[in-house]
């Protein structure tokens, strides 16, 4: 299971520059992202975000739909300070993914931008099942595992070339966290097998950047 600790030092160590980082990262598309996938999912009454950084998913659907009621859950509670500012109508709750503060049938949507491959994801899915209404949905923006040459060869430099770099910047703990999330990933094929097998029905999917990022929506199946 992922670290809470260690993650939530690390988001709050980068809070402040986080939404800068990442749009230059991925040269202003994840705005373009991150709306397709709001636009491929049928938004209902009440929206979690979960791993909601600074509450920038959340500040999309308040534009697009703004009678939906908006949760975020985060583990630093600096972004989520940055993420109230950002959207004053949403609810934001220090809290994790594995211990949810929700009624069973009371979500109509779980979204995840860049934050699935962190989880226990095996033992999440059940309980979300729960918490969704029926016909609910759950929306991810993730990173899938590359084909399996070209991960050995992203292991390889993490693992050896880039980890005394990382080391200088990051403690062990952290860098290796990092790692992990990159051994956690699902392939696209991998991600759409769990959610059926979890009693979810793939109703969108779409490859982005040649594959190295995926779009995906599931319905809880009644």
Known sequence: ???????????????????????????????????????????GEVVL????????????????????????????????????????????ILADAHNLPFKENSLD???????????????????LRKRLKTKGEISILEIPKPPFILYLILMFFMKFLFKPFGLLIFSKEEYNYFIHSIENSLSIEALKTLFEKNGFKTVY??????????LAVFSKES
């Not at 992922?2 to 994840?30: M, P, W």
């Open 1 to 43: 299971m992922v670290n809470e600790k260690i993650a939530s030092k690390i988001f709050s160590s980068v809070s402040k520059v986080y939404d800068s980082f990442l749009e230059r990262a991925t040269l202003g598309y994840i705005h373009k992202w991150q709306k397709r996938l709001i636009k491929n999912t049928r938004i």
């Open 49 to 92: 975000d979960i791993g909601t950084g600074t509450g920038e998913i959340l500040n999309k659907i308040s534009q697009m739909s703004p009678k939906a009621k908006l949760i975020g859950i985060d583990v630093s509670f600096d972004m989520l300070k940055l993420a109230k500012r950002k959207v004053p109508k949403a609810q934001f």
């Open 205 to 214: 999917i779409e490859k982005k950047l040649f594959g190295l990022l995926v």
């Open 109 to 127: 949507n779980v979204f995840f931008s860049l934050t699935f491959r962190h989880l226990n994801y095996k033992e999440l899915l059940p309980d």
